[in-house]
């Protein structure tokens, strides 16, 4: 069918209303308004910047720990502790190595896991105050509005089509269908968050990727509400350990926020062997930990979440500027791989986009040569100087946590540099063995109080997605699927999934992959860990996904 679209004009479009993309527009139309307020030429406008965010609300798709470093926040907003939601700064930080029966602290906190003068917060409530000053200076802000795809345009990119609404589950238009606007700029900002569905098609045409494939994690989260006296305010705890295997990179950590809630998540590098590990339920026996379960003990669980993150570093950053366009924020790798920390990082490449967006709207040039600017003031900020001492970090890991360790103590001697630089490091899929035709274990159910199963956690996710409707995890096989990957890997998207969306069924004495969208969470994991890479994750229609309400 032939579809019209309405076509709006803009002069900024960013694509993504997380930290990256606020900090990017409110800087922007800062910018402006000094620009304007001076009587310079030519005069700009704020209502000129457009802000897609496919969540139902803002916010609603923001996961994050969340330990946050001001220091980017600070320079955007000087007065930020008057107003920010701040829920408590860092008194405490320590580093927890866990056996199966015990645990035991460290006696001196390394470096990396400390976060004195950082705040506990939710990024969720962060991003709600954001977006709040961000239309009061006139940016439009579109919520339930996905970037399907790219407008390209020579050697770059012009704007973004954005979803189709009211699609069945076979493509056709019910009787509420209306096309995507096809969204016209002069600079798109691409700030959609980790393995960003434009950005992965944009880096692969225009051949954008740096010498290093980028490197993910998953991080699975719980919301608690405990037991007055179980934590304190500002309590922060990083586990090293059981129940992570030693060959495989990960851990957990502790949050202590106001009002008797905890923070608590499990993260781990989606570069593991074995292709029938469990990331959900290596989070959930992580609980079961004797420390833990004391914590949690007549608590409840709240809410529940799961993101990957890119843990890639500087090598794996892809090229950050072409005609037309910028990538900044979790899409183009800014976080710190050793502390696992970005929102600062993420910020301050968007205040820096938009610098670099304001010099090309003055000088009515938005081509790759204009917008090149943009990494040489990232390489002459503190986001140069704080990446590039970890920039070999986590690839010293593909040789086993002692390797690592070894590799990260040269590293910290050498000011990153180590004993090869730069270290090469290979796509996570391909770690897996093949197992062939071992028994799939048994799923793990959990009690229904301090551990469960997907299906609970999902709910506690706030997903929602309308069930009619094209689904959005496009699998380029399913023979594939139900052959090749069932006799050589046992179907690893089974396990690797931390919201039950894929499963093997047996139809008509058939095995069969079956699909669950409306479970997504929106992590990326199926995307970035299938073994043959034939799984691709689409923006659904927008308003989708979870309700990361509080976290």
Same mark, same amino acid.
């Given at each position: 069918?032939?579809?019209?679209?309405?076509?709006?004009?803009?002069?900024?479009?960013?694509?993504?209303?997380?930290?990256?993309?606020?900090?990017?527009?409110?800087?922007?139309?800062?910018?402006?308004?000094?620009?304007?307020?001076?009587?310079?030429?030519?005069?700009?406008?704020?209502?000129?910047?457009?802000?897609?965010?496919?969540?139902?609300?803002?916010?609603?798709?923001?996961?994050?720990?969340?330990?946050?470093?001001?220091?980017?926040?600070?320079?955007?907003?000087?007065?930020?502790?008057?107003?920010?939601?701040?829920?408590?700064?860092?008194?405490?930080?320590?580093?927890?190595?866990?056996?199966?029966?015990?645990?035991?602290?460290?006696?001196?906190?390394?470096?990396?896991?400390?976060?004195?003068?950082?705040?506990?917060?939710?990024?969720?409530?962060?991003?709600?105050?954001?977006?709040?000053?961000?239309?009061?200076?006139?940016?439009?802000?579109?919520?339930?509005?996905?970037?399907?795809?790219?407008?390209?345009?020579?050697?770059?990119?012009?704007?973004?089509?954005?979803?189709?609404?009211?699609?069945?589950?076979?493509?056709?238009?019910?009787?509420?269908?209306?096309?995507?606007?096809?969204?016209?700029?002069?600079?798109?900002?691409?700030?959609?968050?980790?393995?960003?569905?434009?950005?992965?098609?944009?880096?692969?045409?225009?051949?954008?990727?740096?010498?290093?494939?980028?490197?993910?994690?998953?991080?699975?989260?719980?919301?608690?509400?405990?037991?007055?006296?179980?934590?304190?305010?500002?309590?922060?705890?990083?586990?090293?350990?059981?129940?992570?295997?030693?060959?495989?990179?990960?851990?957990?950590?502790?949050?202590?926020?106001?009002?008797?809630?905890?923070?608590?998540?499990?993260?781990?590098?989606?570069?593991?062997?074995?292709?029938?590990?469990?990331?959900?339920?290596?989070?959930?026996?992580?609980?079961?930990?004797?420390?833990?379960? =004391? +914590? #949690?003990? &007549? @608590?409840?669980? !709240?809410?529940?979440?799961?993101?990957?993150? $890119?843990?890639?570093?500087? *090598?794996?950053?892809?090229?950050?500027?072409?005609?037309?366009?910028?990538?900044?924020?979790?899409?183009?790798?800014?976080?710190?791989?050793?502390?696992?920390?970005?929102?600062?990082?993420?910020?301050?490449?968007?205040?820096?986009?938009?610098?670099?967006?304001?010099?090309?709207?003055?000088?009515?040039?938005?081509?790759?040569?204009?917008?090149?600017?943009?990494?040489?003031?990232?390489?002459?900020?503190?986001?140069?100087?704080?990446?590039?001492?970890?920039?070999?970090?986590?690839?010293?890991?593909?040789?086993?946590?002692?390797?690592?360790?070894?590799?990260?103590?040269? =590293? +910290? #001697?050498? &000011? @990153?540099?180590? !004993?090869?630089?730069?270290?090469?490091?290979? $796509?996570?899929?391909?770690? *897996?063995?093949?197992?062939?035709?071992?028994?799939?274990?048994?799923?793990?159910?959990?009690?229904?109080?301090?551990?469960?199963?997907?299906?609970?956690?999902?709910?506690?996710?706030?997903?929602?997605?309308?069930?009619?409707?094209?689904?959005?995890?496009?699998?380029?096989?399913?023979?594939?699927?139900?052959?090749?990957?069932?006799?050589?890997?046992?179907?690893?998207?089974?396990?690797?999934?931390?919201?039950?969306?894929?499963?093997?069924?047996?139809?008509?004495?058939?095995?069969?992959?079956?699909?669950?969208?409306?479970?997504?969470?929106?992590?990326?994991?199926?995307?970035?860990?299938?073994?043959?890479?034939?799984?691709?994750?689409?923006?659904?229609?927008?308003?989708?996904?979870?309700?990361?309400?509080?976290?």
């Amino acid at each position: 069918m032939t579809v019209q679209r309405e076509q709006l004009e803009a002069d900024v479009l960013i694509v993504g209303a997380g930290p990256a993309g606020l900090a990017c527009a409110l800087h922007l139309a800062n910018l402006i308004q000094k620009h304007n307020d001076s009587g310079a030429k030519p005069p700009l406008s704020a209502e000129n910047i457009y802000v897609l965010e496919k969540g139902r609300e803002i916010g609603a798709h923001q996961l994050s720990g969340a330990i946050m470093n001001p220091s980017a926040l600070r320079e955007l907003i000087p007065d930020f502790e008057t107003s920010a939601p701040l829920d408590t700064p860092v008194t405490d930080s320590a580093l927890l190595y866990f056996t199966k029966n015990s645990s035991f602290r460290a006696p001196i906190t390394p470096p990396p896991f400390q976060n004195s003068g950082n705040y506990v917060v939710s990024l969720n409530k962060m991003v709600k105050w954001l977006s709040g000053l961000v239309e009061k200076t006139g940016v439009n802000l579109f919520t339930q509005f996905g970037g399907a795809s790219l407008i390209y345009e020579g050697d770059g990119i012009a704007g973004v089509i954005t979803d189709d609404k009211g699609l069945d589950k076979n493509g056709q238009p019910k009787d509420n269908y209306t096309p995507g606007y096809e969204l016209r700029a002069k600079v798109t900002v691409l700030a959609e968050g980790t393995r960003g569905s434009l950005t992965k098609d944009l880096v692969a045409k225009k051949n954008l990727d740096n010498i290093n494939p980028q490197s993910y994690g998953i991080g699975i989260k719980e919301l608690w509400e405990v037991q007055p006296g179980k934590i304190a305010p500002g309590y922060v705890a990083h586990t090293m350990g059981w129940p992570v295997p030693g060959e495989m990179y990960g851990g957990g950590w502790i949050y202590g926020l106001s009002e008797n809630r905890l923070s608590i998540g499990l993260v781990v590098a989606l570069e593991y062997a074995d292709p029938q590990f469990d990331p959900h339920a290596a989070f959930q026996t992580w609980k079961t930990h004797p420390a833990m379960k =004391q +914590m #949690l003990d &007549g @608590g409840k669980m !709240l809410r529940y979440g799961a993101k990957t993150l $890119p843990y890639g570093g500087w *090598y794996a950053m892809p090229r950050t500027y072409l005609d037309g366009g910028l990538i900044i924020g979790d899409s183009a790798s800014f976080l710190d791989s050793q502390r696992l920390k970005g929102i600062h990082l993420a910020m301050k490449s968007g205040m820096l986009a938009a610098e670099t967006v304001f010099e090309s709207l003055l000088a009515g040039d938005a081509s790759a040569a204009k917008l090149s600017s943009f990494p040489k003031k990232i390489e002459r900020s503190f986001v140069k100087k704080e990446m590039w001492a970890v920039r070999n970090f986590h690839q010293s890991f593909q040789y086993g946590k002692l390797g690592g360790f070894v590799h990260t103590a040269l =590293q +910290m #001697l050498t &000011g @990153g540099r180590g !004993l090869i630089d730069p270290m090469h490091a290979h $796509p996570g899929h391909e770690a *897996y063995r093949k197992i062939g035709a071992k028994p799939a274990p048994e799923r793990f159910k959990g009690d229904g109080k301090l551990t469960f199963d997907r299906l609970t956690d999902v709910y506690h996710s706030g997903t929602r997605h309308d069930e009619d409707q094209p689904c959005h995890l496009v699998v380029a096989d399913t023979n594939i699927c139900a052959t090749k990957c069932s006799a050589e890997y046992g179907n690893p998207c089974q396990y690797f999934c931390p919201a039950a969306v894929y499963e093997m069924a047996q139809e008509k004495g058939e095995t069969r992959l079956k699909i669950n969208p409306a479970n997504c969470v929106h992590c990326k994991t199926c995307d970035i860990a299938d073994p043959y890479q034939i799984i691709t994750w689409k923006v659904p229609e927008g308003g989708g996904g979870p309700g990361y309400d509080g976290m």
